[in-house]
């Protein structure tokens, strides 16, 4: 299966700084999300994204995070102020729901961000 | 919101023993998949399951969606099989996937 490749795939950086992480679907697809992962923990929702908007989130994706389609291709989280407790792996994903709602996500390999 | 537990945590297996995994979840769903986490990191499908059975070579997976449970079976094992195995799930067709706890496993040669 055709998946996304996200870029870099380690980032590190002082806290308070700016990140942005980017993620770019070798295919056509509509449905976007990113999720991240604490070391050593589970995989937790961010967000999804959908013809250019912003479907759902979760409480994790507080102000400091947004995300966009800035050229129609690369998928972009950007972190405004990083914290610490931003230091995880985070992993691009993509899809395309069938009608009925049947949804297989792909993952891509994840960029893992340092926060100093 | 959704539960989503998996047992055991953790798991270790001589090379060729088989072994069954197990998810537990606490609502309806829509959708789910089951995830193999490699020791790289990456998160690698391995099987889309919200129903009914579906095998690919030495792996298996049942989802008895009405008893809200999920089983991944894994036969003959190998040392790349290590990982962490996790499903998720979907309850509300929204396409937003809650992972579960994970399971470690690890193969022994």
């Known amino acids: 299966e055709p998946e996304v490749t996200q870029t870099p795939s380690h980032q590190v950086t002082q806290m308070g700084q700016e990140v942005i992480l980017r993620c770019v679907p070798i295919?056509?697809?509509?449905?976007f999300y990113w999720y991240r992962q604490i070391l050593g923990q589970k995989v937790e929702f961010l967000v999804s994204?959908?013809?250019?908007?912003?479907?759902?989130k979760s409480e994790i994706f507080d102000d400091q995070f947004s995300v966009e389609r800035p050229d129609g291709s690369n998928f972009t989280l950007k972190i405004r102020s990083t914290k610490l407790e931003d230091s995880a792996m985070y992993f691009c994903?993509?899809?395309?729901?069938?009608?009925?709602?049947?949804?297989?996500?792909?993952f891509g390999p994840g960029t893992r961000l340092t926060v100093l | 919101g959704i539960q989503v537990e998996q047992s055991p945590p953790d798991l270790i297996l001589q090379e060729g023993a088989n072994s069954t995994l197990r998810c537990n979840f606490s609502?309806?769903?829509?959708?789910l998949q089951w995830f193999h986490q490699n020791p790289w990191g990456q998160l690698i499908n391995l099987f889309y399951?919200?129903?009914g059975t579906k095998q690919n070579g030495r792996l298996s997976a049942t989802t008895v969606a009405t008893e809200r449970y999920s089983l991944l079976y894994i036969s003959s094992s190998q040392t790349t099989d290590s990982g962490v195995y996790f499903c998720?799930?979907?309850?509300?067709?929204?396409?937003?996937?809650?992972f579960g706890t994970g399971t470690r496993l690890k193969v022994l040669a």
């Open positions: 994903a993509r899809s395309t729901p069938l009608a009925g709602g049947s949804d297989t996500q792909y």
């Open positions: 295919s056509n697809h509509l449905y």
């Open positions: 994204f959908y013809n250019n908007e912003i479907s759902e």
């Open positions: 609502d309806s769903v829509n959708n």
């Open positions: 399951i919200p129903s």
């Open positions: 998720a799930v979907d309850t509300s067709g929204t396409y937003k996937y809650i």
